[in-house]
């Protein structure tokens, strides 16, 4: 894949007008909003951070190109190059999300991080599959406490039964995730260290988009 179209779809943590998070878009998408002026980027330098709009940032490419050039994803238009922003701030928008992390596939793997809950190792997502804890034909519920990533073979073993029946034992006792699981997975990456700023004390729960 081009690097062009790999800078496009980077993610990009949004904040509220209030610096709350809200969601996580593409830079495609943020780069739309930035040029629309309906939203602002936010750089965290030092600890501290600092607002640029979207003409002041492109003005900064040169620099950063000269003393920050690896730190950045980088978009290449007809005139110049421009850095990706890690994050941008809407200026017009008060709303918090919904303090509820949606229960599903993608965000069972990501909360168990692809890992195995019965034999610990981490598989592709192609080779796991969802376990009920307590199975449905036991009374067993869809919820983050009942909900596990079980491999192909394990899941096979385990069958219509409880763990202990099984004689299996869980890695750890699962739990429902404070924010969307996927993004613990990115603040992994360095590149998005500086989201963390902004999560420590967030309503966490959006979707990544």
Not at 2 to 9: F, G, M, P, T, V
Not at 172 to 184: A, Q
Request: hydrophobic content about 35%; overall charge positive.
């Amino acid at each position: 894949m081009h690097a062009h179209s790999i800078a496009l779809d980077a993610k990009v943590l949004v904040l509220n007008r209030l610096y709350m998070a809200v969601r996580v878009i593409s830079a495609r998408r943020a780069f739309r909003l930035l040029i629309k002026n309906l939203a602002e980027v936010i750089s965290v330098e030092d600890g501290k951070y600092c607002n640029y709009d979207f003409q002041t940032w492109t003005d900064l490419a040169q620099l950063q190109q000269q003393f920050e050039r690896d730190q950045h994803d980088w978009v290449r238009t007809v005139r110049f190059d421009i850095a990706v922003p890690r994050i941008i701030r809407l200026l017009g928008y008060d709303r918090l999300p919904q303090q509820m992390v949606k229960l599903n596939r993608k965000n069972i793997f990501a909360r168990d991080r692809n890992q195995c809950q019965y034999c610990g190792r981490t598989y592709a997502t192609s080779e796991l599959s969802i376990d009920h804890i307590i199975p449905k034909s036991q009374n067993g519920s869809d919820t983050w406490e009942n909900l596990v990533c079980a491999c192909t073979g394990c899941n096979a073993r385990k069958g219509g039964r409880t763990p202990d029946q099984a004689s299996l034992t869980l890695v750890r006792r699962p739990v429902r995730p404070k924010r969307n699981p996927m993004i613990t997975v990115r603040l992994g990456d360095n590149r998005y260290a500086c989201w963390q700023t902004f999560l420590d004390n967030a309503y966490w729960s959006v979707e990544l988009r």
